[in-house]
């Protein structure tokens, strides 16, 4: 079963905050964050491999709830840089976390 | 450090033919990842593989198959070319399951 992001595409202003959800159905073990620019190979961005876990990378920072089946990527003071289609990815415990399933993504566009 | 490198860049097929993609991952990776990107659409997971075997599949037809070499490099052959099977094929690395991924830059099959 697909994950679920949401939303499916944002406009933002230079500086501006955002937050990109992913919510599955099923039991999570993992969840992965890349980020994808028109034209180019998916870049890896984060990882999250327990519940509640929190991790951040310069201005992007990311949250697992297990219980809720669902993480949230939260970007800061957005860049120009910053716009691509965001993925999250999601193992499930069985699968011993080779295979991700990836959601439809988030098309993130940062307008100067 | 290479990344990982895919070949060819393009590779254009008629309906019923068979197409060979390659991948070679980042030194000391073991585990190779196949997923198809259909235009505009997100990542479908195809084939784990980790030491040389099989891990996992997704839900794709038996025409799609590959296999992973003693280097770790990998193939992926699909047989019996269809038109919906145009798309953008990547090729992901990981040190193991559940690490990040790091994708190539793809392959463009295209069938006519």
């Known amino acids: 079963q697909q994950p679920v992001q949401s939303p499916q595409a944002v406009i933002l202003r230079e500086g501006e905050d955002a937050v990109i959800n992913c919510s599955s159905s099923?039991?999570?073990?993992?969840v992965h964050w890349y980020r994808q620019k028109h034209g180019e190979a998916p870049v890896f961005l984060m990882i999250?491999?327990?519940?509640?876990e929190q991790k951040g990378h310069e201005k992007i920072s990311a949250s697992f709830n297990e219980k809720k089946q669902q993480s949230s990527l939260y970007l800061t003071a957005s860049q120009l840089s910053y716009s691509g289609t965001y993925f999250c990815?999601?193992?499930?415990?069985?699968?011993?976390?080779?295979?991700?399933?990836f959601g439809q993504g988030t098309e993130l566009s940062v307008k100067p | 450090e290479a990344g990982v490198t895919q070949s060819p860049t393009h590779l254009i097929k008629t309906r019923g033919q068979q197409a060979t993609l390659r991948c070679s991952p980042i030194?000391?990776?073991?585990?190779v990842y196949w997923y198809q990107q259909a235009l505009g659409l997100g990542l479908q997971f195809l084939l784990w593989y980790d030491e040389g075997e099989e891990r996992n599949r997704g839900n794709f037809p038996p025409r799609f198959s590959g296999r992973q070499f003693p280097n770790y490099s990998s193939e992926l052959n699909v047989n019996a070319l269809e038109l919906e099977d145009s798309a953008l094929y990547l090729c992901a690395s990981s040190l193991a399951g559940n690490q990040p991924q790091h994708f190539g830059d793809g392959t463009r099959l295209s069938i006519l």
């Open positions: 099923k039991a999570l073990y993992s």
């Open positions: 030194s000391g990776h073991t585990s």
């Open positions: 990815g999601s193992s499930e415990i069985y699968n011993q976390g080779g295979k991700l399933i």
């Open positions: 999250l491999l327990k519940g509640g």
